[in-house]
């Protein structure tokens, strides 16, 4: 797996859950996200009711799960975590659906996977409270309408617009996760810092919070690194030295591009002389599915203006022949 790679395993997720903020005013950045949400949980605890069902959309590692923890913790709700790949037929929502308590979270990741059946039950409870549970088979079956507890979904994307239309307004209350400026992520490695007991420079921050992609979680990660590498090759202070020794070692280079990124680049300049070409082109040329390319890879690279989205494809930028230090030639797009 690579250092700067968005997403997390299953060690990593316990990794993480001692640095995942409890409350709200934990969260770093995310300021309108963090007001609007703030507002509409405290408008629905003065009603006595389960606030709207929230959707959160973003790239991996940027706080979607954290925030649905957060949103159960502000409401004092128990919190249920499922997946859409781990719904495959509309049964697997009811069952979950059905065992649901009195103002449960259910926070629902990768909700855009789930399977299309379900889907249209998940309509149903959202906006009823209401589970038809199908009897029997063919002209003989029978909907047997069963009421569920009052409960609030949290649903998380990585692209809203992969989500049907009829599903994505439902949700009373959409947040998107943008990437994280430099100086929130400092302040996120600070607080990582001050729970791990590493002893951490400002300037090593920074260098670290620069080239995490705009990501929590890789922040964190490389801070686990950078760690280790004080520990065992210096006196475990984090200083800048070490931790530009340890992220060359790791190969995340100054702007936090990783190896699929690289790649991506380098197809597009070298393959398709900095393009246009179609996205689903250029993950063929490097061996990855459109989707990871697509969700992981571009946002980051659009973000920092290597590549820009034109009509008629993906065109690589002046910065971006620079940053892999090759010349455009004369007739490429920019
Ligand atoms: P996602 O569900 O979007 O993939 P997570 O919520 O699992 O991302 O976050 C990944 C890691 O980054 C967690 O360890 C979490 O503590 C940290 N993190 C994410 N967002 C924030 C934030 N806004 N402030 C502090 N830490 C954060």
């Not at 070692?249 to 900095?274: I, T």
């Amino acid at each position: 797996r690579d250092v700067v790679s968005p997403d997390a395993d299953l060690d990593e997720r316990a990794l993480e859950g001692a640095l995942r903020p409890k409350r709200l005013e934990d969260f770093v950045g995310q300021e309108r996200v963090r007001e609007q949400l703030s507002l509409v949980l405290r408008g629905a605890q003065r009603r006595g009711r389960a606030p709207d069902h929230v959707l959160m959309s973003g790239g991996p590692g940027l706080g979607k799960t954290t925030l649905a923890m957060i949103i159960a913790a502000e409401l004092g709700a128990p919190l249920r975590i499922t997946s859409g790949p781990a719904i495959e037929r509309s049964g697997d929502l009811a069952a979950v659906l059905s065992t649901l308590q009195e103002g449960e979270v259910l926070f629902l990741d990768e909700i855009h996977r789930m399977a299309r059946p379900a889907e249209e039950m998940l309509y149903v409870a959202m906006e009823d409270f209401r589970v038809d549970v199908v009897v029997g088979k063919g002209p003989g079956a029978t909907a047997i309408p069963l009421d569920i507890a009052p409960f609030t979904l949290v649903g998380a994307t990585t692209r809203a617009g992969l989500l049907p239309a009829p599903l994505r307004d439902r949700f009373g209350f959409t947040a998107h996760m943008d990437f994280y400026r430099a100086d929130e992520l400092e302040l996120i490695l600070r607080r990582s810092a001050g729970l791990l007991a590493a002893d951490l420079d400002d300037d090593a921050a920074a260098e670290i919070a620069g080239r995490s992609r705009g990501t929590p979680r890789i922040a964190n990660r490389l801070l686990r690194r950078v760690r280790d590498y004080a520990d065992v090759r210096g006196d475990g202070r984090l200083t800048l030295d070490i931790a530009r020794s340890a992220l060359s070692l790791y190969e995340v280079d100054v702007q936090g591009l990783d190896r699929l990124d690289r790649a991506v680049l380098d197809a597009l300049l070298r393959r398709f002389r900095g393009g246009p070409v179609g996205l689903s082109t250029l993950a063929v040329s490097v061996g990855e599915e459109p989707e990871t390319v697509e969700v992981v890879a571009e946002p980051f690279l659009v973000r920092s203006g290597f590549i820009a989205r034109t009509p008629r494809g993906r065109v690589a930028t002046p910065e971006a022949w620079a940053h892999m230090g090759l010349t455009a030639p004369p007739d490429a797009a920019f």
